[in-house]
């Protein structure tokens, strides 16, 4: 029995507590949770098992494939299921779920547990499950889970929002102790928000590099003094087996019933529903009287009609704040995103038309509607040749998984490899030596056969081990412990940093001859045109953001924002070369602008650090925890 199952035999107690949750939302849509993550009972292998919370296959197929399909509304048709498993994203999404059950395991050890009445209050107070301040009733309710991409069940989306909860409540018992002295936060928001407008003369290190050069005992000297730097680490050499998705996949011949059946049993991933843009002024009511913000609204619709400028109208007088800035823009959006009111309304307009005032909970809303476009499907003949190479990537996988999991049973010593390659016509390849972050030659990127690599001894064989091209069987064959080289072996490294350290060093000298002059100058830019340089001018900027020629620059930031307007700076090293700067312009935060941020600054801060502070801690907790994951049933479910 679900929870709303149980709500039923209730429907008294359900009316009256309705009204505790008629609250507005701030989000227009659905969240991210309740399109992905359900349990699939068709599919009940274990992928994964974090102190006894299970992931199984059906629920991570479920979370993968409702990742796919957001990949594909944002990117379209660049976006594949292969290209997505080139990229590693299933072990992405995995070890999310892996993060998310090591939270729930964190918090059973602490004794946090969520009751039905608070997934029932939860579930009352999301926007999309409400109408008219009240719950949109369980027929609707259930409809808008079978409606989302992969359908939902009740059950299924309510154990999602458990989950979620207590994640929440596990955050909020770690960290809500976490606080920020106003002192601090002021200082911080100022270091955000004061800009800064430079003329900058860069002297890049690279523009002296043909300047220099790096003679034997000059290597000899810096290689002495910095020996530690060119230390060479512990490396390994194995021999390997390797089956080769890719060799696989080009043997593969997928038949045309078997396309054609793949396209219709998914064609809702080739559907663009319909779609339109919109931008819209928001007044808001809350806490407001009522008439006077529609007045003000009647008045902006009034001017929008009038030929006044739509974006520029939003901009000045618009409440939200995430699209008044940009004329009101709220780019493309389907059926559904909205708010219902809204929704009704847009999707019944022409475009280049203006709406009527629109109430919706959060205040009176003027739209205008720039653009529509209808749904359109994807045909077969367009997407037949992706959906063949997709199809023929899956069953290489699932060939090369069933191959690997045969031969696992065949291979126990390093003479094995050998004997199962030649029955399967396969080939033991040697490595060169590599470092534990390196990539295997032959392999390529192959984190999990390099790591296994330094935990084995002589003669041990490890396997089926995931690499970047398929599925290894490996042995240890030689080991190189860390040495450090003679000057020879790292003649050219070490040349390449006496290079970059003299290129630098002759920007710094440049940079202080002409600083003098620069200072001394009536006209900045003049003086530098006329040593043959050029004093490039940036916007008002803030601390942190990249200058031109230098890019991030910590030590330019200080000085800019410490020298008065008119200034101009003594050399500055930077990681590139040296900089001389003028300030020309200064904008400090107002006693006002801070006043008004504060609030939200405080939470914007406060989240920041909580959710920095949850993850160190969550990654301390995941070290006493049994983590399992099955390789083979990710392969599988991922196919």
């Known amino acids: 029995m679900t929870m709303l199952d149980r709500m039923r035999r209730h429907r008294d107690w359900l009316k009256w507590s309705l009204g505790l949750v008629c609250v507005a939302f701030v989000l227009f849509y659905i969240p991210d949770f309740l399109r992905g993550s359900g349990a699939d009972a068709a599919s009940s292998d274990t992928i994964a098992k974090v102190d006894g919370h299970e992931i199984r296959s059906g629920e991570f197929r479920r979370t993968y494939q409702a990742q796919l399909q957001a990949y594909r509304s944002a990117y379209g048709g660049n976006m594949n299921e292969q290209l997505l498993k080139q990229l590693g994203v299933e072990r992405q999404i995995l070890q999310q779920m892996v993060d998310e059950r090591a939270a729930l395991a964190e918090a059973d050890r602490l004794g946090i547990s969520v009751s039905d009445e608070e997934v029932r209050q939860r579930i009352f107070a ?22 989302q991409r992969p359908p939902m069940t009740p059950s299924e989306f309510e154990d999602n929002v458990r989950r979620s909860l207590a994640v929440e409540k596990l955050r909020a018992s770690l960290t809500d102790w976490l606080s920020v002295p106003d002192k601090e936060l002021e200082r911080e928001y100022r270091r955000r928000n004061d800009k800064v407008k430079l003329a900058v003369v860069s002297f890049t290190a690279d523009s002296f590099r043909t300047q220099v050069t790096a003679t034997d005992a000059d290597i000899a000297s810096h290689f002495e003094a910095h020996t530690a730097e060119f230390k060479i680490p512990e490396k390994r050499k194995i021999r390997y087996l390797l089956i080769d998705i890719d060799a696989m996949r080009a043997k593969v011949v997928v038949p045309q019933a078997d396309i054609e059946r793949a396209y219709n049993n998914n064609s809702q991933q080739y559907e663009t ?28 619709l009034k001017q929008a009609r009038g030929g006044a400028d739509f974006a520029e109208l939003a901009r000045k007088s618009s409440e939200d704040e995430a699209s008044a800035k940009n004329g009101g823009d709220l780019d493309y959006f389907g059926r559904g995103r909205m708010v219902p009111e809204f929704d009704s309304a847009v999707f019944a307009m022409q475009p280049g038309t203006i709406s009527d005032l629109v109430k919706t909970q959060y205040g009176y809303h003027v739209i205008k509607l720039v653009d ?157 045109k006329s040593a043959g340089l050029e004093a490039k001018k940036t916007e008002l900027i803030t601390q942190d953001a990249p200058i031109p020629d230098l ?87 991922a196919s």
């Open 126 to 147: 999301m926007p999309a499950f409400q109408e008219n301040g009240g719950f949109i009733g369980e027929a609707r309710y259930q409809q808008l889970l079978r409606m």
């Open 273 to 300: 529903p319909e779609q339109v843009r919109a931008s819209h002024i928001l007044l808001k009511t809350e806490g407001k009287d009522d008439a006077a913000v529609k007045a003000k609204a009647e008045e902006l």
């Open 372 to 528: 529509k476009k209808n749904a359109t499907t994807r045909p077969l003949s367009e997407v037949r040749q992706q959906l063949a190479d997709q199809l023929a990537y899956e069953r290489a996988q699932a060939q090369a998984a069933d191959l690997a999991k045969s031969l696992e049973k065949q291979i126990s010593r390093p003479a094995d490899l050998d004997k199962v390659a030649k029955a399967q016509g396969l080939s033991v390849q040697e490595s060169g030596f590599f470092a534990r972050d390196e990539p295997i030659l032959g392999l390529g990127p192959s984190p999990e056969a390099a790591n296994r690599a330094f935990e084995m001894k002589p003669n041990d064989v490890a396997g089926p081990l995931r690499a970047s091209r398929g599925f290894v069987f490996e042995t240890l064959v030689a080991r190189q412990d860390a040495y450090v080289p003679k000057v020879d072996e790292v003649k050219e490294r070490v040349r390449e940093e006496v290079v970059k350290q003299k290129a630098r060093d002759a920007s710094r000298q440049k940079a202080a001859e002409i600083a003098a002059k620069l200072k001394s100058a009536p006209d900045f830019e003049k003086a530098a």
């Open 551 to 637: 890019g991030a620059a910590p030590a330019v930031d200080d000085a800019a924002f410490t020298l008065p307007v008119g200034a101009v700076s003594d050399p500055i090293a930077t990681g590139s070369g040296t900089a001389v700067i003028k300030v020309l312009e200064k904008k400090e935060v107002t006693p006002e602008e801070w006043t008004s941020a504060k609030d939200r600054f405080r939470e914007e801060l406060l989240t920041d650090r909580r959710s920095r502070f949850f993850s160190s801690y969550m990654a301390k907790a995941k070290k006493n925890m049994k983590i399992d994951v099955n390789a083979e049933a990710l392969q599988r479910a």
